[in-house]
């Protein structure tokens, strides 16, 4: 639990409502005029975002004491060193999935596969580099000869 | 007698030689996600969808769908036979829903009665899976008979009522849990319109006009969400693991647990038909039936066998129970049916009161196969459950990044989009930083799926009434449905207010 996180996203979700719900108003209008248009669903959708986001910040306000409380402690634990390490690791392993993802079509499957995995593995637990890379490369090879070879897949394999 | 007849059509298509491979591929695969503690039955069913869709891809649409589904079936109650070695082994469940079975499991393991333990959980399972069937067999026809009748506004009533069975009882917050349902039935708006043929919320992105993929959502929240969880607040170092040793459970370890097994397969069959309650909290509830009515009451927690035999009966009870809502109504219970339901759809087949008229096949095909399925996880757990205890040794250190690029796989190979694979990142970390905060993803993903459906039941409900909103309340099913829905949110709230602890479902 955390206070700071609720009332943002207490925020957050408002926010989400009332676009939601002055964007399906726009839908409404640009259709015949029927009794229930393609606008109606979404409105009530965001009217009830607003108000559970309002009721949402009222309870985060409420519960302020038994918050502070909780707070404190999470601090202690997010201070300490193994889940710095912990974060550190947390981000590579983002950065080397956006960089898979992007360049998973440029550069094709079996390049980006195998390169992210190695990279992960050894991230994760920095061991025998030999280790990882048999996995890394059974892992790659299975799915891509599985796939595309034996059950006919399509997946852009290799940039050449 | 039509039943039979088609039980009998539905062995001839489970029996066949490529649908008994796809169950015991499922069971298996179920109990590996049952073993490691990194991925859930969610999760699992999310990531297996787009694989099975590739091993059917040269089948007919319907034997494809029945296929899929008998594997996909086979992962979830696999899960449930999986996730007690972990918890007798470890101390770790491997699921939420064998959380109460670490109570008594571990004890035993530390006794040296890791085995029994075991294979009880196994026969128990087994026993449950069969009593679920039972019920499901004879609950099948009456209700989707009773439930061909609804009218539009009926349908839109039940889907509220599925919504907010699920998030009553998803997390420890309901109003954090309605917002996920509110996502969740936005998430589902965005899209061409089906009745109008309007674009809404696309803003001229052509990637948003076929909606967003309901997959790519699931495998994100579940899958990933709980990869990166994993990494950032367990520690995937490796724990000791207690020993196996006599796998056959004594004379008196099998009386004492006869009763508590038939106590458990009866409570998590009704617990797992309604709505939201699902595997988790009907082994909570096992457990402390067991403590309330056992003779032997005052050994639970100390090792006793009973402590193992009733949750671990319950929560497979439960998830054949799970089935009958979603085969008959078409409103999944909890997450992991919902997912199977996004399947089912993704074949075109619609689950609901029509599937069994429209596809006996499937469904017959579904329940045969699952009689064998559970035949298949009792042969396979007893002896080769050292085999699988082995499993628990894969370094976390492998298994993270594999469930990651299985993840962008599966989400690639179905949609062929790098959109989709950056929503499925954004997806994994919204689902861990949600989770994380008691904002239960469960609910999103049912809305998700559910969303599009209530929404044109809604309108062609007002379209029969002109527009009057009235008709909801005025037709008596319809009615009903929305009273209970809403009992269902306000009940809890008004317990928790007079500070009653109130058991969630974490599994959703």
């Not at chain 2, 649409?61 to 470890?90: F, H, K, N, P, R």
Request: aromatic share 10%.
């Amino acid at each position: 639990m955390n206070l700071k996180f609720d009332k943002i996203s207490s925020l957050v979700f408002f926010i989400l409502g009332l676009f939601i719900f002055l964007e399906s108003r726009k839908i409404s209008q640009s259709t015949l005029d029927t009794a229930i248009g393609p606008g109606v669903f979404p409105a009530v959708i965001g009217i009830a975002l607003m108000v559970l986001s309002v009721v949402l910040f009222i309870e985060t306000i409420k519960f302020k004491k038994i918050y502070k409380i909780i707070e404190k402690e999470t601090e202690k634990e997010s201070n300490d060193e193994e889940s710095q390490s912990n974060k550190k690791v947390f981000f590579i392993i983002i950065i080397s999935t956006f960089l898979y993802i992007l360049l998973l079509e440029k550069i094709g499957y079996v390049i980006t596969t195998f390169l992210f995995l190695f990279v992960a593995f050894q991230t994760l637990e920095r061991s025998k580099w030999i280790t990882s890379f048999i996995v890394a490369a059974l892992f790659t090879g299975t799915i891509y000869v599985g796939f595309v070879k034996i059950l006919g897949g399509n997946l852009p394999g290799l940039p050449f | 007698m039509d039943t039979i007849n088609y039980l009998i059509d539905g062995f001839t298509i489970a029996l066949s030689w490529y649908n008994i491979l796809f169950a015991l591929l499922g069971v298996i695969i179920g109990t590996l996600v049952g073993v490691l503690p990194g991925i859930g039955p969610m999760s699992g069913v999310a990531l297996l969808i787009p694989v099975t869709a590739t091993l059917t891809s040269g089948m007919p649409l319907e034997s494809a769908a029945t296929s899929s589904i008998i594997l996909l079936a086979g992962v979830y109650y696999g899960a449930m036979y999986g996730g007690s070695t972990t918890s007798i082994l470890l101390n770790t469940p491997g699921e939420s829903s064998s959380v109460v079975t670490t109570l008594d499991g571990y004890q035993m393991a530390q006794q040296g009665r890791a085995g029994s333990a075991l294979a009880i959980a196994a026969i128990g399972s087994f026993i449950a899976g069969i009593v679920a069937l039972i019920g499901l067999i004879l609950l099948a026809e009456p209700l989707s008979k009773l439930a061909i009748d609804f009218s539009p506004a009926d349908y839109f009533s039940l889907m509220v009522l599925g919504l907010a069975a699920v998030s009553g009882l998803a997390g420890k917050s309901i109003t954090k849990a309605l917002i996920m349902t509110c996502a969740g039935l936005f998430l589902g708006t965005i899209g061409i319109d089906v009745v109008t043929g309007v674009a809404r919320f696309t803003y001229n992105q052509s990637v948003l006009y076929s909606g967003i993929e309901f997959l790519t959502v699931a495998v994100g929240l579940f899958a990933l969400g709980e990869v990166f969880k994993t990494i950032l607040e367990k520690d995937y170092k490796q724990e000791e693991i207690s020993k196996i040793n006599r796998i056959i459970p004594t004379k008196e370890e099998m009386k004492d647990s006869a009763a508590p097994i038939a106590r458990g397969s009866i409570l998590g069959f009704l617990l797992g038909v309604l709505p939201g309650a699902g595997a988790t909290l009907s082994s909570f509830f096992a457990y402390s039936l067991e403590k309330k009515v056992n003779k032997k009451r005052d050994k639970l927690g100390k090792g006793y066998i009973a402590g193992v035999a009733a949750p671990e009966s319950a929560n497979n009870a439960a998830s054949g129970g799970a089935m009958i809502p979603l085969l008959t109504l078409g409103i999944p219970g909890s997450g992991t049916t919902a997912i199977l339901m996004g399947a089912l759809i993704m074949y075109n087949v619609q689950p609901g009161p029509l599937l069994f008229e429209e596809k006996p096949n499937v469904v017959w095909g579904l329940i045969a196969s699952m009689f064998i399925g559970n035949v298949m996880l009792l042969i396979l757990n007893m002896p080769l459950v050292k085999v699988f205890a082995k499993i628990i040794d894969t370094p976390k250190k492998y298994l993270l990044p594999i469930i990651i690029a299985i993840s962008i796989f599966g989400v690639y190979a179905v949609q062929y989009t790098t959109f989709d694979l950056i929503l499925l990142l954004v997806c994994g970390i919204l689902g861990y930083l949600l989770s994380k905060n008691d904002f239960p993803v469960a609910p999103l993903v049912l809305a998700l799926i559910l969303g599009p459906m209530m929404e044109s039941n809604m309108r062609r409900a007002l379209t029969i009434s002109n527009g009057d909103y009235s008709i909801f309340i005025k037709e008596p099913f319809s009615l009903a449905f929305l009273i209970i829905a809403l009992l269902w949110i306000f009940i809890p709230l008004l317990l928790k207010m007079r500070g009653k602890n109130v058991v969630i479902s974490d599994e959703g």
